[in-house]
């Protein structure tokens, strides 16, 4: 799918099911107490690629760290700017392409790319890596998610207008361990972990049955449900 036509089909995603970004903050408090539990983030400078509905970029700024966000989408900065401003936080955003990324070489401690590698493959992915490694600190972490073994058939839709078939979500690849470390270790990263993670993926976080959740949680990790389980992957710059 050309660039341009996904990004539009992330901000049509962004305008009309913002729930479903929502249900996904489970799995991202996963990450960021990861990156929390690796080194205090007061005062490090961390960038958050594809910042969404800026959940992410939320929590960093609560937790003092200096914090960046880049995004393809206008309407993905337009919404974090909205909800740092009615919450009294403050971060620096801008609109940007994960394949040039507007920083100077070695700038960030930390970055985060949630639920991005999928979106693309072959040259642009191998190009996104660079950049993140150029940006990044010797020995900076690097933390990405991508959703575990996804049946990227199941997906797929097609255009009544053009007949053309793509992924609802503009999914290109899946990754599972073994793909994931080879992935990160053939662009110049020293892979620490690749590991499951299990967020509820569910509206359940949503209503009164909330403390539900870690039962939810673990029932989905004892059944090994791939389509709520999602790769973490923490890596430094080699």
């Known amino acids: 799918m050309a660039q341009d036509k996904f990004e539009r089909l992330y901000d049509h995603d962004l305008q009309t099911h913002m729930q479903g970004h929502i249900v996904a903050h489970d799995r991202l408090d996963l990450v960021v107490k990861e990156a929390a539990r690796r080194c205090v983030l007061n005062g490090k400078r961390v960038l958050d690629i594809g910042i969404s509905d800026g959940y992410t970029i939320g929590r960093l700024c609560q937790l003092r760290a200096t914090v960046y966000g880049i995004d393809i ?55 996104a890596l660079a950049e993140v490694r150029r940006c990044l600190r010797v020995n900076g972490f690097f933390l ?37 470390s ?24 949503l209503t009164k049955f909330s403390f539900l959740m870690p039962l939810v949680r673990l029932v989905i990790r004892l059944c090994q449900i791939d389509r709520l389980t999602h790769l973490m992957a923490i890596a430094t710059k080699a």
Do not use: W
Not at 76 to 103: H, T
Not at 148 to 160: F, G, I
């Open 73 to 127: 989408s206008e309407v993905a900065i337009r919404v974090c700017v909205e909800k740092l401003r009615d919450r009294n936080l403050g971060a620096v955003l801008e609109q940007g392409d994960l394949r040039k990324i507007p920083f100077d070489d070695g700038y960030f401690d930390i970055i985060f790319a949630c639920e991005i590698l999928e979106h693309m493959e072959g040259e642009n992915l191998n190009s």
């Open 144 to 180: 990405a998610t991508t959703p575990y073994k996804e049946d990227l058939n199941a997906s797929m839709v097609c255009c009544p207008f053009c007949s053309r078939v793509f992924h609802s979500a503009g999914h290109f690849q899946t990754f599972d361990e073994r793909e994931m």
């Open 182 to 205: 080879n992935l990160l270790t053939s662009n110049g990263f020293n892979v620490l972990s690749v590991k499951k993670i299990y967020g509820t993926d569910m509206t359940i976080r």
